[in-house]
């Protein structure tokens, strides 16, 4: 089972918003509405963001957004703040002898 | 306070063996289903193991189907994690998390460095 497909980095101002994708296959994305996206700090755990596609666990701002288009699905960061400067995974449930796959991770960048 | 804490890193020779244990406080361990996950030096994260809450299901990934295995013991709030004939690319932190609301992670510990190396 292959990682999935994320773009190596991303970067926008303050204020701006900006989205990063998460490519699959029918196997995985586009089969389930398991998609989950997680935040990661220089030297720290990592943070469930966004579950279930597009919802948001308690606490977690709503500037966080997701989607899910086919096999591909997306975080959308709006307001982008400095502290969003960070390590973005996305992830899924797969059908496949590896049955949960990460992203190949997304470095988000705060201009 | 609610949290995960892992124990049991370190420097291990391939194809020696290691445990790594998870103690959870602040919550009801035997309600919740755990997973392993790793993260190699400077890499992404991969997931590797899950028990569910009664420990009657385990599912691996395929890296490490019929090396690792992992168990729990919900007397004791602590979830392991035994690791045999260690190859290189084991090298990793590995955390372990909760499960929520199946398939996602929403308590993670700090993890253990296991580090595979002659």
């Known amino acids: 089972q292959s990682a999935l497909t994320q773009p190596a980095s991303v970067s926008g101002s303050p204020g701006q918003s900006i989205t990063i994708s998460c490519t699959g296959t029918s196997s995985d994305v586009g089969g389930y509405n398991y998609v989950s996206w997680y935040q990661q700090h220089p030297g720290k755990a990592p943070k469930l963001m966004i579950y279930?596609?597009?919802n948001r666990p308690s606490g977690v701002s709503n500037r966080f957004s997701g989607s899910k288009s086919g096999n591909t699905a997306s975080l959308t960061i709006s307001g982008l703040q400095a502290e969003d400067e960070a390590d973005y995974y996305c992830s899924s449930y797969a059908s496949s002898s590896t049955p949960y796959v990460f992203g190949t991770g997304t470095k988000v960048t705060v201009l | 306070q609610v949290q995960l804490v892992e124990s049991g890193g370190g420097v291990v020779q391939p194809g020696r063996s290691l445990r790594l244990s998870c103690a959870a406080s602040g919550f009801t361990f035997s309600s919740y289903g755990m997973h392993w996950v790793r993260q190699a030096p400077g890499k992404g994260l991969e997931w590797v193991a899950l028990i569910w809450y009664d420990g009657s299901n385990k599912y691996y990934a395929e890296s490490v189907k019929g090396r690792f295995t992992i168990s729990r013991d919900n007397s004791k709030n602590t979830l392991y994690l035994q690791m045999n004939s260690l190859r290189a690319e084991d090298t990793a932190v590995y955390y372990c998390?909760?499960?929520?609301?199946?398939?996602?992670?929403?308590?993670w510990g700090r993890g253990t460095l296991v580090t595979v190396s002659s």
């Open positions: 279930d596609v597009s």
């Open positions: 998390a909760r499960d929520y609301d199946e398939w996602n992670f929403d308590l």
